[in-house]
């Protein structure tokens, strides 16, 4: 027979910091038998924008002096000294922008969007460029750009200019917009020679009008030489 004594061991939750550095937010005290596993459960929090990496989990052994040697697992040692240290990374999210076709094209010469960046939770985000109403010309035809948009800050569909700012929800952020093409206009280019005809219709009208004069104007020429003649008789 033999003794299995009861020792005291820790359980510390670490979050990441922007700097990429851990800070201690939470020590669990727990008990067990020299020997045996120690057990852990790691916290949620996901709210604050963290993820648990249980492949950052260490178990080391610390010393009065605070001095930790790694150890291969969490067995519990006789002298107290078995620390189980969790790891939660701070999650980073992404904003990205895309244009979108509502009809008209996308315009090959619009300006390249901004590349996707990563930010963490609350980071102050500035809009990117275009801005609402940027034009360009391509073959000869005005396309107007028509602002950024997007649901995924606010939960719905809102819109944002260049240069504003706005806080990173825990959640990617994807911005749209799209061109549209300048209305064509009609022509008011008319001929040097306005009274001609400028329709299939208004032609032939033309020629049965110039028709029906040539032939008044050969009946009027072929009644007044019958009447010369007619005099001449008398």
């Given amino acids: 027979?033999?003794?299995?004594?009861?020792?005291?061991?820790?359980?510390?939750?670490?979050?990441?910091?922007?700097?990429?550095?851990?800070?201690?937010?939470?020590?669990?005290?727990?008990?067990?038998?020299?020997?045996?596993?120690?057990?852990?459960?790691?916290?949620?929090?996901?709210?604050?924008?963290?993820?648990?990496?249980?492949?950052?989990?260490?178990?080391?052994?610390?010393?009065?002096?605070?001095?930790?040697?790694?150890?291969?697992?969490?067995?519990?040692?006789?002298?107290?000294?078995l620390v189980i240290k969790l790891y939660y990374d701070l999650t980073q999210y992404t904003v990205s922008y895309q244009y979108v076709d509502k009809g008209d094209g996308i315009p090959a010469k619009a300006p390249a969007l901004s590349q996707t960046a990563k930010y963490y939770p609350q980071d102050a985000v500035t809009v990117a460029a275009p801005e609402d109403g940027a034009?360009?010309?391509?073959?000869?035809?005005?396309?107007?750009?028509?602002?950024?948009t997007s649901k995924d800050i606010t939960g719905t569909e809102t819109a944002y200019k260049e240069g504003s700012s706005f806080r990173m929800p825990q959640k990617n952020v994807v911005f749209s917009g799209y061109w549209t093409k300048e209305a064509s206009k009609p022509s008011h280019h008319r001929h040097s020679n306005s009274f001609l005809p400028s329709t299939g219709d208004q032609i032939f009208r033309w020629v049965i009008l110039l028709a029906?004069?040539?032939?008044?104007?050969?009946?009027?020429?072929?009644?007044?030489?019958?009447?010369?003649?007619?005099?001449?008789?008398?």
């Fill in 1 to 81: 027979l033999y003794a299995k004594w009861v020792n005291s061991y820790k359980v510390e939750h670490y979050q990441q910091q922007k700097d990429g550095s851990y800070s201690l937010v939470k020590t669990d005290n727990r008990n067990g038998l020299a020997g045996d596993t120690g057990t852990y459960t790691n916290e949620d929090y996901s709210s604050n924008g963290y993820t648990f990496i249980p492949s950052k989990t260490k178990f080391v052994s610390r010393d009065s002096n605070n001095v930790e040697t790694v150890l291969d697992s969490a067995v519990i040692p006789g002298n107290n000294s």
């Fill in 212 to 234: 029906a004069a040539t032939a008044g104007l050969t009946g009027l020429c072929i009644y007044a030489v019958k009447k010369k003649h007619k005099n001449r008789r008398k």
């Fill in 135 to 148: 034009t360009v010309k391509q073959d000869g035809v005005v396309y107007t750009f028509h602002g950024w």
